[in-house]
C-alpha cells in the first residue's frame, strides 16, 4: 500500500458524505480506478454507510410511532368536534323552525278558543234573560210565553226546544243534581211531559203535544233557582260546536305540549354546544402540546 493509498483512504469518508472538494473527489475517483484493494475498502465504507442509515431511519420511524397515534387521535377528535358542531347548528335551526310553528299553532287555537267561550257567554244569557221574563211569579203567564219565545227566537238559530219546569215538582231532582242551582250545566234532559211551557222553532208547544228529548247531555243545558227549573236542549247543528267547547275546555292542550318538540330541540343544541366548547378547548390544548 503506498502513500496514495493512504490519502485516498483518510478522504473516503468525506468522498462518502460528499464533503471533499472538486479535486480531491477527482483524484480519489481516478484512484480507485486504478488499485482494487481502495476500491473494496470504498465498497465496504458505503455499505456500511447505507446499514447505518438504514437502522437509522427505522429508529427515527420507531420514534414516530407514538406521536403518529396522537396525531390520528388529535384529526378524529377534530373531526368528532365539527360534527358534533354541525349537529348542534342543526337543532337549533330546527328548534326554531318547530318553535315558529308551534306559535302559529298557539295562536290559532286561543283564537278559536275565544271563539268557543261564546258558548259558555251564551248559557249565561240565555238563562238570564228567562229567569228575569218569568220573575217571582208563581206560574207562566200569555204574555211571559210571548217574552220567552221573542228570547228563543233570539237565538233560534241554536236552539231546538226551550221548557220551563216548577221547582217544586222536580225537588227530588235538584237535590241530585246540585249544580244546576250554581250555573247553567249541561246534564241528561228532564222528560219535557212535566213541564208548564215548551217553545220550539214552530212556537209555543200545547202541553198536550207529546215530545221526545235529544238524550244527549252536551246538547241539554239546565239552570234552577227557588221557583223555577229552565232547559233548552241545543239544534243538532250546533252540538258540534258544543262538544268542541266542551273538549277545549276540560281537554285542552297544555303550553307544554304545544312547546315541547323546540324545547327538547334548544336543550340538545345547549348540550352539544357545551361538549362542543369543552372538545375545542382539549383540542387547542393537544394542538399546543404537539406544536
Request: charged content about 25%.
Amino acid at each position: 500500500m503506498n502513500n496514495k493509498c493512504h490519502i485516498v483512504r483518510d478522504l473516503l469518508p468525506s468522498y462518502i458524505d460528499d464533503l471533499c472538494s472538486n479535486e480531491s473527489r477527482q483524484f480519489i475517483e481516478e484512484h480507485v480506478a486504478s488499485c482494487h484493494v481502495c476500491r473494496d475498502v470504498l465498497h465496504t465504507m458505503e455499505n456500511d454507510v447505507e446499514v447505518s442509515d438504514g437502522i437509522e431511519q427505522k429508529k427515527r420511524l420507531e420514534a414516530k410511532k407514538p406521536f403518529k397515534k396522537v396525531a390520528a387521535f388529535f384529526n378524529a377528535q377534530r373531526r368528532l368536534t365539527k360534527y358534533i358542531l354541525i349537529t348542534a347548528l342543526i337543532s337549533l335551526g330546527l328548534g326554531i323552525c318547530f318553535l315558529a310553528n308551534s306559535m302559529v299553532k298557539q295562536k290559532e287555537y286561543k283564537a278559536e278558543v275565544t271563539k268557543l267561550e261564546m258558548v259558555e257567554q251564551e248559557k249565561a244569557d240565555i238563562m238570564e234573560d228567562v229567569f228575569h221574563i218569568l220573575g217571582s211569579s208563581n206560574e207562566v203567564t200569555k204574555l211571559e210565553e210571548e217574552q220567552l219565545l221573542e228570547v228563543f227566537n233570539k237565538y233560534k238559530e241554536k236552539l231546538h226546544l226551550l221548557a220551563i219546569f216548577p221547582a217544586a215538582d222536580l225537588g227530588d231532582w235538584v237535590k241530585e243534581n246540585p249544580s244546576v242551582r250554581k250555573e247553567p250545566t249541561t246534564i241528561f234532559p228532564i222528560e219535557y211531559h212535566k213541564a208548564v211551557s215548551v217553545i220550539g222553532s214552530e212556537g209555543i208547544i200545547g202541553a198536550n203535544k207529546q215530545i221526545i228529548s235529544s238524550q244527549y247531555d252536551l246538547g241539554t243545558v239546565v239552570m234552577a233557582n227557588s221557583k223555577w227549573v229552565i232547559q233548552y236542549e241545543y239544534k243538532s247543528s250546533y252540538e258540534k260546536t258544543v262538544e268542541r267547547h266542551h273538549q277545549f275546555k276540560y281537554y285542552g292542550p297544555s303550553v307544554w305540549s304545544f312547546f315541547q318538540l323546540p324545547i327538547l330541540l334548544f336543550a340538545i343544541f345547549s348540550v352539544l354546544l357545551i361538549v362542543w366548547l369543552i372538545l375545542k378547548k382539549h383540542n387547542n390544548h393537544i394542538k399546543d402540546v404537539m406544536g
